[in-house]
């Protein structure tokens, strides 16, 4: 039989959740600042601007105080959505959310994050103290309809999570399948790459084909193919069904690339457009084809490149820092699949630790001393925050941001009210 330490504890009735519910009535909540009109280099001055309106932003109780690396998503089209995030100490949470129709941006977002399903519109209960008390929430109102009880989140540690700390900017060295399952995870000591469950932590596989750590690690949405970059300039390319098979002992890449003349730093793959694009230490962006690994061309540019994403329309986004001066510079710069430049953004003494993109590519997030949401790089919101973001994620269809702090705080932002 099970013993327990402590009685169970009273559960919460409907009568006395409404009336913690009613203490966070979305009346009270104030519209969130939109900025128009402002220059990217005085963002200062706009979160300073912004700091003095209350946002209706939701912190989401987490494990750990360590900082939070990675936010994760799946890309099932049912609900409810796979979530994970990591901490810097190894320890993540797994579980889902809810995900709202498209037509309903003003629709609460439902989250199962936390010790059940957690409306953030609503959110007036002490979900740190509620992960000690899983059964403190036995229902949540959303629109006025009573949700049933869910499960508490997976909350776990990785196995074997000595990762080195120059190649966790942005999340880079981690990628969630599309079904949530498995998480792929770099930057390791041994230099591997390795596949873990996500409901226990559990190493699947951990493979050693790179001669330095693994830089980046970029997944296709169809769930098919991942590519490893490292230390050592090259590419690996790999079939996801090969690497989650036990049966299969000795797994192999399909092709190996070449080309950059210093580290690695980031990589983008797109199974629609075809093609792989890597960012380096060399200041280039090298595009291959993804099916055969054909050389395509170089972008050169001026700066390193620190983070780059392919949007749906098969535009290349790439996040670059000017460290050679005094004043350190990022800027995000916006190519076409040819390599032609279409805009440009720069940013003058801002550090610039993750980068996330909506489905369209018109709306880009950008986190560092505050999170600033660009519009086809034009810059029309910053949302205030405490604390540095290290990672950013767009859900909810795209309505909703979350953003994960150096102190490991985990903070969901409306985008629409």
Not at 14 to 22: G, H, N, Q, R, S
Not at 148 to 177: H, N, W, Y
Not at 222 to 246: G, H, M, P, R, Y
Not at 299 to 310: G, N
Request: hydrophobic content about 40%; charged content about 15%; some cysteine.
């Amino acid at each position: 039989c099970q013993l327990f330490k402590k009685p169970h504890p009273k559960r919460m009735s409907i009568v006395e959740l409404e009336t913690e519910a009613a203490k966070w009535s979305l009346a009270n909540m104030q519209p969130m600042l939109l900025v128009s009109g402002f220059n990217p280099s005085n963002i200062a001055a706009v979160a300073a601007a912004a700091t003095t309106i209350p946002q209706n932003k939701f912190y989401i109780a987490t494990e750990s105080t360590s900082a939070i690396i990675y936010i994760g998503i799946g890309y099932s089209n049912s609900n409810p959505i796979p979530i994970i995030v990591v901490h810097r100490n190894g320890v993540f949470s797994f579980s889902s959310f809810q995900q709202s129709p498209e037509y309903a941006r003003s629709q609460p977002l439902l989250l199962q994050l936390f010790s059940g399903a957690m409306n953030v519109n609503n959110l007036g209960t002490n979900l740190a103290n509620a992960m000690n008390n899983s059964t403190a929430i036995n229902s949540v109102l959303n629109n006025g309809n009573t949700k049933s009880p869910k499960k508490a989140p997976i909350v776990r540690e990785l196995q074997d999570f000595m990762v080195t700390d120059d190649v966790l900017s942005g999340g880079k060295c981690f990628a969630l399948t599309s079904d949530g399952k498995y998480l792929i995870s770099g930057g390791h000591w041994d230099n591997s790459f390795k596949v873990s469950f996500t409901t226990n932590g559990k190493i699947l596989r951990s493979v050693q084909h790179h001669r330095d750590r693994v830089s980046a690690i970029s997944l296709t949405k169809n769930n098919q193919l991942v590519a490893t970059a490292s230390f050592d300039f090259t590419i690996l390319l790999w079939q996801i069904t090969q690497l989650i098979d036990k049966n299969i002992l000795n797994v192999q890449p399909l092709y190996k690339l070449h080309g950059h003349d210093a580290a690695i730093t980031c990589l983008s793959l797109s199974f629609d457009e075809d093609i792989i694009v890597s960012g380096s230490l060399d200041k280039t962006c090298i595009i291959y084809t993804l099916k055969d690994g054909i050389y395509l061309r170089t972008l050169k540019l001026q700066a390193v490149i620190e983070q780059i994403h392919i949007t749906s329309n098969g535009e290349i986004l790439i996040l670059s820092c000017d460290s050679t001066n005094v004043n350190v510079s990022y800027s995000i710069q916006q190519f076409t699949i040819n390599g032609h430049l279409i805009r440009k953004i720069n940013f003058e003494n801002k550090k610039i630790y993750a980068i996330a993109v909506d489905r369209t590519g018109d709306y880009i997030a950008l986190g560092g001393d505050h999170i600033c949401i660009l519009y086809q790089l034009n810059l029309v919101k910053v949302l205030d925050s405490n604390s540095i973001t290290l990672s950013l994620q767009f859900i909810n269809n795209d309505t909703h941001l979350l953003a994960g702090t150096n102190d490991g705080k985990l903070t969901a932002y409306p985008l629409f009210t």
